[in-house]
C-alpha cells in the first residue's frame, strides 16, 4: 500500500517544510517517489507503491477543476460501477483509481462510501468551505492515525510519519499497552503514543472552523439473507467470491497466491485455477507456501493434494529462524511492534521470491477465519423470529458426543441466555473478553487499577444496533481492535518490500452477505465453514473438504522467544521493570512451553497462554528500541 498523509492548519500560514519531513519518515518508501501538495491552510502528501495498471501514471496528490484535493492509499475493486454512478462526468475507463474516488465523492458525498469495494484510506481535502475528511475502509486494511495539532490536525498511515514528521514527544499510552498484555484488546481509537488516535476501520473524520469529529459511517443496514435456500446460499456465496478474486488480481504484472495448505487459501488458488479455464481470469497466480520442516505446523500433505488438483508446483518458502536483529532494526525504524515470528518466518523469505520474480501482489486467505466460522450467535434471533424447528435441528445437531438431554439444555442456554442476561450478551458480543473484568494474573493488580484497564473493558465499543444478535457479533469482524496488534505491523513492513497484500475472502460485497447468511450455513453438525465447503465442491481436493483440523502455528513463537529469553530473562524485560508485570506466572508459562519444546512438541501443547510471552517481549523491544525506555 501507498503511505500518506498531511496537516491542516485552519489559521493560515501553513509551514509546509513540514510536508517532506512527514513523508521522509514513512518507513515503507523512505521518501523515494514522494509528492505533495499545499495551499495556506492544508498540506497532503502521497508515497507511491503503484500496484494497478492505472496508478503508473497517476498524480498524487490529485486536484480535481474544483480545486478539490485528494490523497488515496489503497485500492478501487468496483470502478466500473462508480463510474456509472457518476454518469455523465464519469473520469475515463483508465483513470487512475483516486480520480475516480474523488469524482464520485463529488457527487455522491459520504453515500458514497456504502457503495465503495476495496481496500483504502484517503484524505479529501475542500477549499471552499476548509473542510479535511479522512476515510478508512470497512476492514482496515490500510491504517490510520491521526493527532491534533494547534489550529488543526495532522495525520498518517505510520505512526513514524507522525512521531518523527513532526518532532512529537508523545510518550506511551499505558492503557493501551495494558489492554496487549492483557491479551485482551478492545480500544478502537487508541494508540500505543500519548495524544495520537487511530481513526477506526469504517470510520470518517472531519477537521474544519467547528472542530474535529469522528463517526462510523458502516452502520448498516445489512441485508437479512437467513431464509434462502442452501443452494441460494451456495451459489451466491460462489458468485461474490468469483468476484472477489477477479477484482483482486487487477495488477500491474505478475499476481502471486499464498497456498498454507489450510481451508481458505486453498480455496483461493483452486478457485482461481477454475476462473482461468472459464475464461474469467487471465493468468494463473503464481503460489508460494510456507513449509516448517519437522515442525507440527507443517502443511505439506494439503499443499500436495492442492498441486495435484490444480496441476501447479508451488514455490517453496522454508521458515527461517527468527531474526531478532532484523526485528529490533525494523521496530527501531517504522517504531512498529516487531513481527510475530510465525509471520516473519514465511513473510521475509516470500517477499525475497516475490521481488526477484518482479511480483508485487499477494492474494492471501485471510477471512475465512473471520466471516466464515460460524458457531450459536443466531440462536437467540431463531428464537425471537419463532423459528423453533430449525433452532432444536441446529441445536441437536451439535456437540454430538453429548446426550440428546445435554444438547437441549445447551441449545436452551444459547437461545435464551443472550436475550435475558446481559452478561451472557456481552459474553457473546465479546468472546476476547471472557466477561472477565479483572487482570490476568501476569498483570499487576496496582498498574492496572492506575491505568483503569477493568473500566476499559467493561465500556468496550458497542457494534451499530442491527437486527439481531447475529450480525452484531458476526460485525466485529470488521473492528477487530486486536487486528491493530497483530496486522499493522505486517502491512508496513510487507509495504516496505514494495509487495500489497489482497485479501478476496475480506472483499465488501463477499463480507456484506455473510453478515445476514444463515448461521445454519456457516456451521453444520459441528463442522465449521460448512457454506465454503459446500460452495468449494468439485474444486478442492475431496479430503481438504472434510478436514476438520487446522495447524497450530505456534512453535514459531515458541522457538523464537525461548532463544530471546536466555539472552533477556522475563525478570529483566522492560515491562517487568516499569512494574507492568509480574515476572513469575509468565515464567510458570514458558516453563511449560519450554519442556514440550524440549520434548518434540508432541501432544497437546500446554494451557498457558504463549501469547501472553509472546506480547511481553515484543513490548520489551518497542519499549527499548522504538520508545527510549529499555
Given at each position: 500500500?501507498?503511505?500518506?498523509?498531511?496537516?491542516?492548519?485552519?489559521?493560515?500560514?501553513?509551514?509546509?517544510?513540514?510536508?517532506?519531513?512527514?513523508?521522509?519518515?514513512?518507513?515503507?518508501?523512505?521518501?523515494?517517489?514522494?509528492?505533495?501538495?499545499?495551499?495556506?491552510?492544508?498540506?497532503?502528501?502521497?508515497?507511491?507503491?503503484?500496484?494497478?495498471?492505472?496508478?503508473?501514471?497517476?498524480?498524487?496528490?490529485?486536484?480535481?477543476?474544483?480545486?478539490?484535493?485528494?490523497?488515496?492509499?489503497?485500492?478501487?475493486?468496483?470502478?466500473?460501477?462508480?463510474?456509472?454512478?457518476?454518469?455523465?462526468?464519469?473520469?475515463?475507463?483508465?483513470?487512475?483509481?483516486?480520480?475516480?474516488?474523488?469524482?464520485?465523492?463529488?457527487?455522491?458525498?459520504?453515500?458514497?462510501?456504502?457503495?465503495?469495494?476495496?481496500?483504502?484510506?484517503?484524505?479529501i481535502w475542500d477549499p471552499?468551505?476548509?473542510?479535511?475528511?479522512?476515510?478508512?475502509?470497512?476492514?482496515?486494511?490500510?491504517?490510520?492515525?491521526?493527532?491534533?495539532?494547534?489550529?488543526?490536525?495532522?495525520?498518517?498511515?505510520?505512526?513514524?510519519?507522525?512521531?518523527?514528521?513532526?518532532?512529537?514527544?508523545?510518550?506511551?499510552?499505558?492503557?493501551?499497552?495494558?489492554?496487549?498484555?492483557?491479551?485482551?484488546?478492545?480500544?478502537?481509537?487508541?494508540?500505543?503514543?500519548?495524544?495520537?488516535?487511530?481513526?477506526?476501520?469504517?470510520?470518517?473524520?472531519?477537521?474544519?472552523?467547528?472542530?474535529?469529529?469522528?463517526?462510523?459511517?458502516?452502520?448498516?443496514?445489512?441485508?437479512?439473507?437467513?431464509?434462502?435456500?442452501?443452494?441460494?446460499?451456495?451459489?451466491?456465496?460462489?458468485?461474490?467470491?468469483?468476484?472477489?478474486?477477479?477484482?483482486?488480481?487487477?495488477?500491474?504484472?505478475?499476481?502471486?497466491?499464498?497456498l498454507s495448505g489450510g481451508?481458505?487459501?486453498?480455496?483461493?488458488?483452486?478457485?482461481?485455477?477454475?476462473?482461468?479455464?472459464?475464461?474469467?481470469?487471465?493468468?494463473?497466480?503464481?503460489?508460494?507456501?510456507?513449509?516448517?520442516?519437522?515442525?507440527?505446523?507443517?502443511?505439506?500433505?494439503?499443499?500436495?493434494?492442492?498441486?495435484?488438483?490444480?496441476?501447479?508446483?508451488?514455490?517453496?518458502?522454508?521458515?527461517?529462524?527468527?531474526?531478532?536483529?532484523?526485528?529490533?532494526?525494523?521496530?527501531?525504524?517504522?517504531?512498529?511492534?516487531?513481527?510475530?515470528?510465525?509471520?516473519?518466518?514465511?513473510?521475509?523469505?516470500?517477499?525475497?521470491?516475490l521481488q526477484a520474480n518482479?511480483?508485487?501482489?499477494?492474494?492471501?486467505?485471510?477471512?475465512?477465519?473471520?466471516?466464515?466460522?460460524?458457531?450459536?450467535?443466531?440462536?437467540?434471533?431463531?428464537?425471537?423470529?419463532?423459528?423453533?424447528?430449525?433452532?432444536?435441528?441446529?441445536?441437536?445437531?451439535?456437540?454430538?458426543?453429548?446426550?440428546?438431554?445435554?444438547?437441549?439444555?445447551?441449545?436452551?442456554?444459547?437461545?435464551?441466555?443472550?436475550?435475558?442476561?446481559?452478561?451472557?450478551?456481552?459474553?457473546?458480543?465479546?468472546?476476547?473478553?471472557?466477561?472477565?473484568?479483572?487482570?490476568?494474573?501476569?498483570?499487576?493488580?496496582?498498574?492496572?487499577?492506575?491505568?483503569?484497564?477493568?473500566?476499559?473493558?467493561?465500556?468496550?465499543?458497542?457494534?451499530?444496533?442491527?437486527?439481531?444478535?447475529?450480525?452484531?457479533?458476526?460485525?466485529?469482524?470488521?473492528?477487530?481492535?486486536?487486528?491493530?496488534?497483530?496486522?499493522?505491523?505486517?502491512?508496513?513492513?510487507?509495504?516496505?518490500?514494495?509487495?500489497?497484500?489482497?485479501?478476496?475472502?475480506?472483499?465488501?460485497?463477499?463480507?456484506?452477505?455473510?453478515?445476514?447468511?444463515?448461521?445454519?450455513?456457516?456451521?453444520?453438525?459441528?463442522?465449521?465453514?460448512?457454506?465454503?465447503?459446500?460452495?468449494?465442491?468439485?474444486?478442492?481436493?475431496?479430503?481438504?473438504?472434510?478436514?476438520?483440523?487446522?495447524?497450530?502455528?505456534?512453535?514459531?513463537?515458541?522457538?523464537?522467544?525461548?532463544?530471546?529469553?536466555?539472552?533477556?530473562?522475563?525478570?529483566?524485560?522492560?515491562?517487568?521493570?516499569?512494574?507492568?508485570?509480574?515476572?513469575?506466572?509468565?515464567?510458570?508459562?514458558?516453563?511449560?512451553?519450554?519442556?514440550?519444546?524440549?520434548?518434540?512438541?508432541?501432544?497437546?501443547?500446554?494451557?498457558?497462554?504463549?501469547?501472553?510471552?509472546?506480547?511481553?517481549?515484543?513490548?520489551?523491544?518497542?519499549?527499548?528500541?522504538?520508545?527510549?525506555?529499555?
Amino acid at each position: 500500500m501507498s503511505a500518506i498523509g498531511g496537516i491542516v492548519d485552519l489559521r493560515g500560514g501553513l509551514d509546509v517544510r513540514v510536508l517532506p519531513a512527514i513523508a521522509a519518515a514513512a518507513p515503507s518508501f523512505s521518501g523515494v517517489n514522494s509528492t505533495s501538495w499545499n495551499d495556506d491552510y492544508a498540506g497532503l502528501v502521497h508515497v507511491m507503491l503503484a500496484t494497478t495498471p492505472e496508478a503508473l501514471t497517476e498524480t498524487q496528490p490529485w486536484r480535481d477543476r474544483s480545486g478539490t484535493v485528494i490523497t488515496f492509499d489503497g485500492r478501487v475493486d468496483n470502478r466500473d460501477e462508480l463510474r456509472a454512478m457518476i454518469g455523465n462526468d464519469a473520469p475515463p475507463r483508465d483513470a487512475p483509481d483516486c480520480v475516480i474516488v474523488l469524482a464520485a465523492w463529488r457527487r455522491l458525498g459520504a453515500d458514497l462510501l456504502d457503495r465503495l469495494v476495496g481496500d483504502y484510506a484517503f484524505a479529501i481535502w475542500d477549499p471552499a468551505v476548509r473542510r479535511l475528511t479522512v476515510v478508512r475502509s470497512p476492514v482496515g486494511w490500510c491504517p490510520l492515525l491521526w493527532t491534533e495539532r494547534p489550529g488543526g490536525i495532522a495525520f498518517a498511515t505510520e505512526p513514524a510519519m507522525l512521531v518523527r514528521g513532526l518532532a512529537l514527544s508523545p510518550g506511551v499510552d499505558e492503557a493501551t499497552v495494558g489492554e496487549m498484555l492483557s491479551l485482551r484488546f478492545v480500544s478502537e481509537t487508541a494508540s500505543f503514543w500519548n495524544g495520537i488516535q487511530r481513526l477506526p476501520a469504517g470510520h470518517l473524520l472531519e477537521a474544519d472552523a467547528h472542530g474535529i469529529r469522528t463517526r462510523r459511517w458502516l452502520e448498516g443496514p445489512f441485508a437479512d439473507s437467513s431464509r434462502l435456500s442452501d443452494r441460494d446460499h451456495i451459489d451466491r456465496f460462489t458468485e461474490l467470491f468469483d468476484q472477489a478474486i477477479v477484482a483482486t488480481t487487477r495488477s500491474a504484472g505478475p499476481v502471486a497466491a499464498f497456498l498454507s495448505g489450510g481451508l481458505d487459501s486453498s480455496s483461493v488458488v483452486c478457485r482461481s485455477r477454475q476462473l482461468v479455464e472459464a475464461g474469467k481470469l487471465a493468468a494463473m497466480p503464481r503460489t508460494l507456501s510456507g513449509r516448517f520442516p519437522g515442525d507440527a505446523c507443517d502443511e505439506g500433505e494439503w499443499i500436495a493434494a492442492v498441486e495435484e488438483r490444480c496441476g501447479i508446483r508451488t514455490h517453496d518458502i522454508v521458515a527461517a529462524p527468527y531474526d531478532w536483529a532484523a526485528a529490533t532494526a525494523w521496530t527501531a525504524q517504522s517504531l512498529h511492534l516487531p513481527l510475530r515470528p510465525t509471520a516473519a518466518s514465511i513473510y521475509t523469505g516470500s517477499c525475497d521470491w516475490l521481488q526477484a520474480n518482479d511480483t508485487r501482489v499477494l492474494l492471501t486467505g485471510e477471512g475465512g477465519d473471520e466471516w466464515l466460522t460460524g458457531g450459536r450467535s443466531h440462536f437467540p434471533d431463531l428464537l425471537r423470529a419463532g423459528r423453533l424447528r430449525t433452532l432444536l435441528q441446529e441445536g441437536l445437531s451439535t456437540a454430538s458426543n453429548a446426550t440428546v438431554a445435554q444438547r437441549l439444555r445447551l441449545t436452551a442456554s444459547s437461545a435464551i441466555g443472550p436475550i435475558v442476561s446481559a452478561r451472557q450478551r456481552a459474553s457473546l458480543l465479546f468472546p476476547h473478553l471472557d466477561f472477565i473484568m479483572h487482570p490476568p494474573a501476569w498483570i499487576r493488580p496496582d498498574w492496572a487499577r492506575r491505568i483503569g484497564l477493568a473500566d476499559r473493558w467493561r465500556h468496550a465499543p458497542q457494534p451499530p444496533a442491527l437486527s439481531g444478535l447475529a450480525p452484531q457479533q458476526r460485525y466485529g469482524r470488521y473492528s477487530m481492535a486486536r487486528r491493530h496488534i497483530n496486522l499493522d505491523n505486517i502491512i508496513s513492513w510487507v509495504s516496505s518490500r514494495q509487495i500489497e497484500m489482497r485479501h478476496p475472502l475480506h472483499d465488501f460485497r463477499l463480507t456484506r452477505f455473510l453478515l445476514g447468511a444463515a448461521g445454519g450455513m456457516l456451521q453444520r453438525n459441528g463442522l465449521r465453514k460448512h457454506l465454503l465447503r459446500e460452495a468449494m465442491r468439485g474444486t478442492l481436493p475431496d479430503a481438504l473438504i472434510g478436514r476438520r483440523d487446522k495447524a497450530n502455528m505456534s512453535t514459531p513463537i515458541v522457538h523464537a522467544v525461548t532463544e530471546r529469553l536466555r539472552e533477556r530473562p522475563i525478570h529483566q524485560l522492560s515491562c517487568v521493570r516499569l512494574g507492568w508485570i509480574d515476572p513469575e506466572p509468565l515464567a510458570a508459562i514458558e516453563r511449560e512451553h519450554a519442556a514440550w519444546r524440549a520434548g518434540g512438541m508432541i501432544g497437546k501443547m500446554p494451557h498457558g497462554s504463549y501469547g501472553a510471552v509472546w506480547n511481553a517481549v515484543a513490548a520489551d523491544l518497542w519499549l527499548e528500541h522504538a520508545v527510549g525506555m529499555g
